[in-house]
């Protein structure tokens, strides 16, 4: 039985109230529809099939007993409250025990109907609110945010899931604690204090250390029953406080390379500048030939040579010094309470890193140092600043040439290691190209910038895979579109170099035809280089008398047959007739 202490409310869940009237007296039975009729859904029909949707029981002994089994099944679910009135004309302590526990409600007959809908009314109200506290109570428990009920002990009493997933807690692990053991230190409690004294709606922000997450927790306090009830609402915000952070980092640091960048080092510079860090040294540097391994290598690899910089410098900087990256190739240092023969010291250690660095790698690294310090307060740090760079670009110029020389032949040493085919084609076309300019009466510069030009006309395949250099198949379209883009690379290589300059041109050319239909460009006739339209009868024919991964060699005799048929085509006339001269004289 239930109390006639009943709560009401405003929020009802039953749109249409369901009534199952079971009842085996006819008479009984019409007199009670027709006072349900025009207020509820009555069902009589189909019970068993009905029960879900069904919100209250009316029903007498006799259908009691015949719907017992299915009733008391029902009735014992915890999650559904199904309300059951008795139409009898016994009194309550007639009734068996068993019966009573099931029973929500008692009519004897004569049954009223005023009474009779007042108590179905009662009865659904309850249900009502029992549909609508399960409804809250999902809603609480599939809540995103962490819910939290203390009473005045601090203890808790309710934990939704979201809760114990931010908390990473099992509910029986933190029902009945203490607040603070869930999360202990005094900033919690200083907050709750703070918050009740000042009436206060403001969130505090916490991170939990066991799961390195960060809570914004506001504390609500009202009163339930007399009671007073205070609740914390939790939103993991460790996406946000990670999102914040990361924004920090890129507005003050490099990405790529883990330094500070421009920005950070001209606060730094600004903040420092006072008397008490006097002497202050800068020191700039400058990656010599960066664009060069980037064209040559991919930028990739010149990202890991930005990177192996600034790990250099990190490595011999002490821990108050602050380096930064400029911007591309330069990084600038700033270096407090130091004077000028400590800094010569530090630039001795960077150089000293620099040699053992290169005395174990293939690629040479070259970092161009300028330096500069501030003695006295009066001097001006961006002058420091601007003659450190002015320092550092005097010694880029003198180092600078000598770098990227090595840097090239670092790039042909590269290329040897993709493909000995390659340099022995090199070797053999540079002994060619040296008789062959004899023959042509070239002047001994222009020999030795041929011979320069057989050595180096293929750099550009350095960018191109082992896998296609070494292919033994015909190329696919696409491998073959990388594979003439080789000219173009090699022009970028040996444009970077003062020492190979002077070939870029030619080696751009070398695979440019007489009649226009070759590549890069489609030169056509006299506006192909000289040397290029030379190297380009000279790589045809040690091509066609070697063996090459996708082709078998042919005679002498074949590729001088060849080379005259495609005179006029492919090969300056005069030049291929001059060629086939010299073969056939040596040949004699």
Not at 265 to 274: G, H, Q, V, W
Not at 348 to 370: C, F, H, T, V, Y
Not at 510 to 522: L, T
């Amino acid at each position: 039985m239930i109390n006639n202490n009943i709560l009401k409310g405003d929020f009802d869940l039953l749109e249409k109230k369901k009534v199952a009237l079971i009842i085996s007296h006819r008479e009984n039975k019409k007199i009670l529809k027709k006072y349900l009729d025009s207020a509820y859904e009555v069902i009589t029909n189909n019970f068993t099939q009905e029960i879900e949707n069904i919100d209250l029981i009316i029903i007498d002994e006799q259908g009691l007993e015949e719907k017992k089994d299915i009733i008391m099944n029902k009735k014992s679910e915890k999650s559904i409250y199904l309300p059951l009135l008795l139409i009898t004309r016994r009194p309550k302590e007639e009734i068996a025990v068993h019966y009573l526990d099931i029973i929500d409600e008692i009519i004897l007959i004569p049954v009223y109907k005023k009474t009779l809908v007042s108590r179905i009314e009662k009865l659904l109200s309850i249900r009502s609110l029992f549909l609508s506290v399960q409804l809250f109570q999902k809603i609480m428990e599939v809540n995103p945010i962490g819910i939290c009920f203390l009473f005045k002990d601090q203890k808790i009493k309710y934990v939704n899931k979201a809760f114990l997933d931010i908390m990473e807690k099992k509910r029986k692990n933190v029902l009945n604690k203490n607040i603070f053991e869930i999360f202990p230190g005094q900033k919690l409690d200083k907050y709750l204090n703070k918050t009740k004294l000042e009436n206060s709606s403001n969130s505090i922000k916490v991170e939990i250390e066991a799961t390195n997450k960060w809570v914004d927790i506001r504390f609500i306090e009202t009163n339930f029953n007399n009671k007073k009830l205070n609740a914390l609402i939790l939103i993991d915000i460790t996406k946000s406080i990670k999102q914040k952070k990361e924004i920090e980092y890129l507005s003050y640091k490099d990405k790529l390379t883990d330094l500070y960048n421009r920005r950070f080092f001209e606060e730094e510079m600004e903040r420092l500048d006072t008397e008490r860090q006097l002497p202050i040294s800068v020191i700039m540097a400058d990656l010599n030939g960066l664009k060069l391994i980037n064209d040559s290598y991919g930028h990739e690899k010149g990202d890991e040579v930005l990177i192996k910089t600034a790990e250099i410098l990190k490595e011999t900087l002490r821990e108050e010094d602050i380096v930064a990256r400029q911007g591309g190739d330069e990084f600038a240092i700033l270096l407090p309470k130091t004077n000028s023969e400590q800094l010569n010291i530090i630039i001795k250690r960077i150089r000293d890193k620099i040699e053992d660095i290169n005395s174990k790698e293939d690629l040479p690294l070259s970092i161009a140092l300028g330096s500069a310090t501030k003695e006295k307060q009066i001097e001006d740090i961006n002058e420091v600043l601007k003659k450190a760079d002015n320092n550092m670009y005097q010694n880029k110029l003198s180092e600078s040439r000598s770098s990227k020389n090595k840097i090239v032949k670092s790039i042909l040493n590269s290329l040897s290691a993709k493909s000995n085919e390659t340099t022995d084609h090199a070797k053999r076309m540079k002994k060619l190209a040296i008789r062959f300019g004899s023959k042509l009466k070239l002047t001994y510069a222009e020999i030795n910038r041929l011979s320069l030009l057989a050595s180096m006309h293929d750099i550009g395949k350095t960018t191109i895979s082992k896998a296609i250099l070494t292919k033994a198949d015909k190329l696919s379209e696409k491998e073959w579109e990388i594979m003439k883009n080789h000219s173009k690379q090699g022009y970028k290589i040996a444009s970077a170099s003062e020492e190979f300059i002077l070939i870029a041109e030619d080696i751009l050319a070398h695979h440019e035809h007489w009649d226009g239909s070759g590549y890069p460009v489609g030169l056509k006739g006299k506006e192909i280089p000289y040397l290029a339209r030379i190297i380009s009868i000279i790589d045809s024919y040690d091509v066609m008398t070697n063996e090459r991964p996708y082709s078998k060699a042919i005679s002498k005799e074949e590729a001088l047959e060849e080379i005259k048929r495609c005179a006029g085509s492919q090969f300056d006339p005069k030049l291929t007739e001059d060629f086939i001269d010299m073969m056939n004289a040596n040949k004699n």
